[in-house]
C-alpha cells in the first residue's frame, strides 16, 4: 500500500494520445455500436440531426468543463470544482452518482458483450462471456496505469479504424449502387421509406435518451487531470479534438449504415453495423463487424473500470468510514486496486441482470445512466457559471459563448429528463435514479447537520 494515506499520488502515467482515446473508447461503444439499432428504430433517419444537436451541446459542455480544469490543475477532477463553486453536499451527491453512471454503463458494456458473444453462439446463456470479460478486464486495471492507458490507446484504435473503414466501404458501395437484399444501396434510402422524419417529430425527441446515452463518459478527460504528465497542455487539445472527432465518427458511420439498408429493416434489439453486413450478404463481413463491436464494448468497459476505481478512491480518500477506508488507499504500483476491486464486485451485478432479464436488461441499465448524467453533466454547467462569478475577467481557454452556451446546455438537459418521463420505456428507471439523487442528497444532509458527516475529499 501507498506510504502515504492522507495525499497519495496518482502515477502520472497518462499521454495525450492516451487521455484522448481514453476518453473516445469510453463514449464510442454500445450507445453508437449496439444502441444505435434502437435510436434509428425510433426516429428514422432523422437521428442523424439529433445526434449533431447532442454533439453540438456536449462540445459546450466540454469547454465548460475544460475552463474549470485549467484553472486550477492540482485537483483531481471536476468534482472538486463542484465542491468548490456549489458547496459540500452538491460535490458528495454528484460523486457518488458519478460512480453510479459509470458503474451502469460497464454493466451495459457487460450485457452488450454477452449479446455479441450469441451472434456466434446462440445458445450460450448471455451472462457467461460477460462474467468472463469483466474478470480480464479487472486484472488488467489493476496492474499498472499506463498499461491501461496504452491497451485503451489499441482497443480505441481498433474500433475507430473499423468505423473508419466501414464508411470508406459504404462509401464505395453507395457511389456503385450495391445490390442488396432490400434494393440498392443509395442515398435516396435517407428519404425512401417515409421521409427524413418517418416517425414523425415525436419519434425524433424520443431518440435523445438513447443517444444522449451514446455521448456519456465524454467528460471522461475531467477524471484524467490528476494522472495526466501535462495536463495545460493536454486537457485542451483533447477537448477541442474530441467532440468533434466523435460527432463525425457518428454522423458518417449512422448515413452508411441506413444508405446501404433501409433504416425500417433495423431490429432495436441487435447491432445496425453487423445486421447491414449480414443482410446485404457480406457474411465474413459481418463477422468482422461483430468482432469489432466485441471489441469496443470491451473498450468501453476498460474504460469504465478505469474511472469507477478512480472515483470510489476520491470519494473514500480521507474517509473516517472504517469500512470504506480500504477503498481510499493505493496499490505499490500507484493504482487503487481496491476501488477498483470494490468497483467491479457492484459491476458483477449485471451478470445477474442477465440471467434474469436478459431481453430488457440494456435499455434498463442505459437509461439510469443516461438520467445520473445528465445530473452530472448539469452540475459541472453549474459550477462553471459560479466560477465565471467568481472569476468575470478570466483568460486562456475560456469557454465560448458564455453565459448563453451555459443556458443552452441546461435547457438542453432539463428537455431530455422531461421526454424520459414522459416515455413509458424510460420513465421507470429516470424516476429510480431521481430517487436515488433524492435520497443521498438528504441523506448525506441531515448527517451534516447531526455532525456525523463524512469528510469528502473533493
Known amino acids: 500500500m501507498s506510504t502515504t494515506e492522507t495525499h497519495p ?16 473508447g469510453g463514449t464510442i461503444g454500445t450507445g453508437l455500436f449496439l444502441g444505435a439499432g434502437q ?4 426516429a428514422g433517419p432523422s437521428i442523424v440531426l439529433a445526434y449533431m444537436l447532442a454533439g453540438g451541446m456536449c462540445f459546450l459542455l466540454m469547454r465548460a468543463m475544460g475552463e474549470l480544469l485549467v484553472s486550477d490543475v492540482s485537483q483531481h477532477s471536476f468534482v472538486d470544482f463542484i465542491k468548490r463553486y456549489l458547496g459540500d453536499n452538491a460535490a458528495f451527491v454528484t460523486g457518488w452518482t458519478y460512480w453510479i453512471c459509470w458503474v451502469s454503463i460497464a454493466m451495459a458494456e457487460v450485457t452488450a458483450v454477452g449479446m455479441y458473444i450469441r451472434y456466434w453462439f446462440p445458445s450460450l446463456p448471455q451472462w457467461i462471456p460477460g462474467l468472463l470479460a469483466l474478470v480480464a478486464l479487472l ?11 496504452e491497451t485503451e490507446f489499441w482497443f480505441s484504435l481498433i474500433k475507430v479504424g473499423a468505423i473508419i473503414a466501414l464508411i470508406v466501404v459504404g462509401a464505395w458501395m453507395i457511389a456503385t449502387h450495391y445490390p442488396t437484399t432490400s434494393g440498392h444501396a443509395s442515398l435516396g434510402n435517407l428519404v425512401n421509406y417515409g421521409g427524413f422524419f418517418p416517425k414523425g417529430f415525436g419519434g425524433f425527441l424520443a431518440s435523445f435518451q438513447m443517444v444522449t446515452f451514446s455521448f456519456a463518459g465524454i467528460e471522461m478527460v475531467g477524471m484524467t487531470a490528476s494522472e495526466t504528465a501535462n495536463p495545460k497542455k493536454v486537457i485542451p487539445e483533447a477537448i477541442n479534438e474530441l467532440p468533434v472527432r466523435i460527432i463525425l465518427f457518428y454522423i458518417g458511420a449512422l448515413l452508411v449504415i441506413m444508405s446501404i439498408y433501409p433504416w425500417s429493416a433495423v431490429s432495436p434489439s441487435s447491432s445496425p453495423f453487423v445486421q447491414v453486413f449480414n443482410n446485404v450478404g457480406v457474411r465474413a463481413a459481418a463477422d468482422i463487424i461483430n468482432f469489432v463491436v466485441l471489441t469496443a464494448a470491451a473498450s468501453a468497459c ?33 493504482v487503487p486496486a481496491n476501488a477498483i476491486i470494490g468497483s467491479g464486485v457492484v459491476i458483477a451485478a449485471a451478470v445477474v441482470l442477465n440471467m434474469i432479464l436478459p431481453g430488457s436488461v440494456f435499455t434498463l441499465i442505459a437509461s439510469v445512466s443516461t438520467t445520473s448524467f445528465l445530473f452530472v453533466w ?13 472569476n468575470p475577467h478570466a483568460k486562456g481557454f475560456v469557454a465560448p ?15 431530455i429528463g422531461v421526454i424520459m418521463l414522459k416515455n413509458r420505456t424510460t420513465m421507470v428507471p429516470a424516476l429510480l435514479a431521481i430517487a436515488w439523487l433524492l435520497v443521498i442528497g438528504f441523506g448525506h444532509r441531515w448527517h451534516t447537520r447531526h455532525g456525523r458527516a463524512v469528510k469528502q475529499p473533493f
Open 302 to 334: 476498460n474504460s469504465s473500470l478505469f474511472t469507477t476505481g478512480r472515483m470510489l478512491f476520491s470519494l473514500t480518500l480521507n474517509t473516517k468510514n472504517h469500512a470504506l477506508k480500504p477503498f481510499g488507499r493505493l496499490s505499490r504500483r500507484q
Open 39 to 42: 435510436s434509428i428504430h425510433l
Open 139 to 149: 486484472l488488467l486495471n489493476l496492474i499498472s496505469v499506463g498499461l491501461f492507458g
Open 9 to 24: 499520488e496518482l502515477a502520472r502515467s497518462l499521454k495525450s494520445r492516451h487521455i484522448q482515446w481514453i476518453a473516445i
Open 378 to 390: 448539469a452540475m459541472i454547467i453549474l459550477a462553471h457559471l459560479k466560477y465565471r462569478q467568481a
Open 401 to 415: 459563448f458564455f453565459p448563453y452556451g451555459d443556458y443552452l446546455v441546461l435547457a438542453f438537459l432539463l428537455g
